[in-house]
Nanobody
Framework: QVQLVESGGGLVQPGGSLRLSCAAS????????MGWYRQAPGSGNQRDLV?????????DYADSVKGRFTISRDNAKSTVYLQMNNVRPEDTAVYYC??????????????WGQGTQVTVSS
């Protein structure tokens, strides 16, 4: 059993900052890539990639957040972070953490967190 638990969402003013965290727990052998997706209001079930980071620290960002968001990870804590700076109203969304995680029972699979709401508004 693997769980990803996000925290750090909330209401922030345009131009402000927010830091999201996602901690993985359970019968984990290896954590490969980790990342963040978001689901904007009115987008149905579509989730768009925000940022991802490999086990070696290589990062990749959506064009819309480059230069404003920073993804990082602490392998010792099995945690991935998303530092969000200079946020905009269009960043309003439910943010989901994803991790490709290896377990003895199931091998490598993708696991999602429950989501955390980020609202950018004055």
């Amino acid at each position: 059993q693997v769980q990803l638990v996000e925290s750090g969402g909330g209401l922030v003013q345009p131009g402000g900052s927010l830091r999201l965290s996602c901690a993985a727990s359970g019968n984990i052998v290896t954590i490969y890539n980790m990342g963040w997706y978001r689901q904007a209001p009115g987008s149905g079930n579509q989730r768009d990639l925000v940022a991802r980071i490999s086990s070696g620290g290589i990062t990749d960002y959506a064009d819309s957040v480059k230069g404003r968001f920073t993804i990082s990870r602490d392998n010792a804590k099995s945690t991935v972070y998303l530092q969000m700076n200079n946020v905009r109203p269009e960043d309003t969304a439910v943010y989901y953490c994803i991790g490709r995680i290896g377990t003895i029972a199931r091998g490598a699979n993708d696991y999602w967190g429950q989501g955390t709401q980020v609202t950018v508004s004055s």
